[in-house]
């Protein structure tokens, strides 16, 4: 979900930027710049917390073997 919000975000300041249509010009290329950034950065987290989630989950998965130990 966070992946997705930044993405759009991104694809919102894209479009600012590039039809910002009639109006306050400064205003939108603000909100652009701003949508660009938090859309990047947003993605970045993502990408880290699914790093550092899978970096935590590690040591609680079983462990595999090559072969079925028997006793006996």
Same mark, same amino acid.
């Given at each position: $979900?966070?992946?997705?919000?930044?993405?759009?975000?991104?694809? &919102?300041?894209?479009? $600012? &930027?590039?039809?910002?249509?009639?109006?306050?010009?400064? @205003?939108?290329?603000?909100?652009?710049? &701003?949508?660009?950034?938090?859309?990047? $950065?947003?993605?970045?987290?993502? &990408?880290?917390? +699914? +790093?550092? @989630?899978?970096?935590?989950? +590690?040591?609680? +998965?079983?462990?595999?073997?090559?072969?079925?130990?028997?006793?006996?």
């Amino acid at each position: $979900m966070l992946g997705l919000g930044g993405l759009l975000s991104i694809a &919102f300041g894209v479009i $600012m &930027f590039a039809e910002p249509g009639g109006g306050a010009i400064a @205003l939108l290329a603000l909100i652009a710049a &701003f949508a660009l950034v938090s859309g990047v $950065m947003q993605i970045v987290y993502a &990408f880290e917390l +699914r +790093r550092v @989630l899978g970096e935590l989950e +590690r040591p609680f +998965r079983p462990r595999t073997t090559a072969k079925p130990v028997t006793h006996g």
